[in-house]
């Protein structure tokens, strides 16, 4: 459940933040970006993980907070923080709640969507993480 007091699951605002950190991305930088990420994750040992989160068949394996802080730069955490008025293990919490179901919303076909359906799925998802920040404060 995202921001734990929540009745029902709302992404959060962690992804955005990541990718403004190092200035606005366009489409294809932010889809790179993404890719990075996984191709990162599975690196560190979560490749089970984000396969299940890729593969349409299959049930999302879940994540801790302390595996993704151990597979990402504490840098990734700590300046969401800040931004956020969180603390460091609160975004790796809620960015472990977000992430599995965020990935698997965006493959449905078993791989990254193409631009112009990229760019559609982070407007939506824009949305409700900018709706739902101001309640994860």
Same mark, same amino acid.
């Given at each position: %459940?995202?921001? &734990?007091? &929540? *009745?029902?699951?709302?992404?959060?605002?962690?992804?955005?933040?990541?990718?403004?950190?190092?200035?606005?991305?366009? %489409?294809?930088?932010?889809?790179?970006?993404?890719? #990075?990420?996984?191709? &990162?994750?599975?690196?560190?040992?979560?490749?089970?993980?984000?396969?299940?989160?890729?593969?349409?068949?299959?049930?999302?394996?879940?994540?801790?907070?302390?595996?993704?802080?151990? *597979?990402?730069?504490?840098?990734?955490?700590?300046?969401?923080?800040?931004?956020?008025? %969180?603390?460091?293990?609160?975004?790796?919490?809620?960015? *472990?709640?977000?992430?599995?179901?965020?990935?698997?919303?965006?493959?449905? #076909?078993?791989?990254?969507?193409?631009?112009?359906?990229?760019?559609?799925?982070?407007?939506?998802?824009?949305?409700?993480?900018?709706?739902?920040?101001?309640?994860? #404060?």
């Amino acid at each position: %459940m995202f921001c &734990h007091d &929540h *009745a029902e699951p709302q992404p959060n605002q962690i992804v955005v933040d990541v990718g403004q950190a190092e200035g606005e991305l366009t %489409m294809a930088e932010a889809q790179d970006e993404l890719a #990075r990420l996984l191709v &990162h994750l599975t690196d560190q040992g979560l490749g089970d993980q984000v396969e299940s989160w890729i593969d349409p068949s299959a049930d999302n394996e879940g994540v801790s907070a302390a595996q993704l802080q151990a *597979a990402l730069p504490a840098q990734v955490f700590t300046e969401v923080a800040g931004k956020q008025g %969180m603390t460091a293990a609160q975004v790796a919490a809620e960015f *472990a709640a977000f992430l599995p179901e965020f990935i698997d919303s965006l493959t449905p #076909r078993g791989d990254l969507p193409a631009d112009d359906e990229f760019d559609d799925f982070l407007a939506q998802w824009g949305l409700a993480l900018e709706q739902s920040v101001s309640a994860c #404060r």
